[in-house]
């Protein structure tokens, strides 16, 4: 019923088989109306890089046609929180206890071989980490130098922190 109103709740650390998915899910929803809004709620502990990259494309692709609404529930980690910086402009929100995590990504997983494979991996890894940095710069107005050095280390933002940021649009605040 959730996809029939155009609903996707992720609540998962995002692998190669919960990206897949998603992504057959907002293809989907997009094949059954290309122009109404897709509302989009994370609660993720994290992502691996390249599965949610795919993701990505999918919703920039995706926002050409309709808008796509997203909301963190409780915590975005890593590549979560760049998903939920993904959606329309206005449209980025979160609840107000809400929490985000921006990260470096790492190796999916360690890399075996000769030195010469595990420097081509790392370089890789760098490669795309670089372009991550520069497209989150692009979803929040910040210069990239500055994203650079807020991921250096490990980036917490609270709701309202993340607003400032760029990262979200505005704080979800409760009916009176």
């Given amino acids: ?16 088989e919960a990206a897949n998915e998603i992504i057959a899910i907002l293809l989907w929803m997009r094949q059954q109306d290309s122009y109404k809004t897709i509302s989009i ?7 691996l890089l390249r599965p ?12 050409e046609s309709c808008e796509i609404e997203t ?15 993904a959606g329309t402009k206005g449209k980025r929100s979160a609840m107000p206890n809400s929490r985000f995590l921006l990260q470096r990504m790492g190796l999916d997983k360690p890399v075996r071989g000769q030195a010469t494979d595990i420097v081509l991996e790392v370089k890789n890894i760098k490669m795309w980490n670089d372009r991550v940095e520069k497209e989150l710069a ?11 050095g807020d ?10 922190e ?3 940021y760029g990262l979200i649009d505005q704080v979800l605040l409760p009916a009176p």
């Fill in 162 to 164: 993340a607003v400032q």
């Fill in 1 to 16: 019923a959730m996809y029939r109103d155009r609903t996707l709740m992720i609540s998962r650390f995002i692998d190669e």
């Fill in 52 to 63: 949610a990259l795919a993701i990505y494309d999918l919703i920039e692709q995706t926002k």
């Fill in 71 to 85: 909301v963190n529930l409780g915590l975005c980690t890593g590549m979560g929180a760049f998903l939920c910086a």
């Fill in 151 to 160: 991921l250096k280390r490990d980036f917490y933002l609270s709701s309202d």
């Fill in 138 to 148: 692009k979803l929040t107005g910040q210069p990239v130098e500055k994203v650079q």
């Fill in 41 to 47: 709620y994370f609660n993720v502990p994290g992502a």
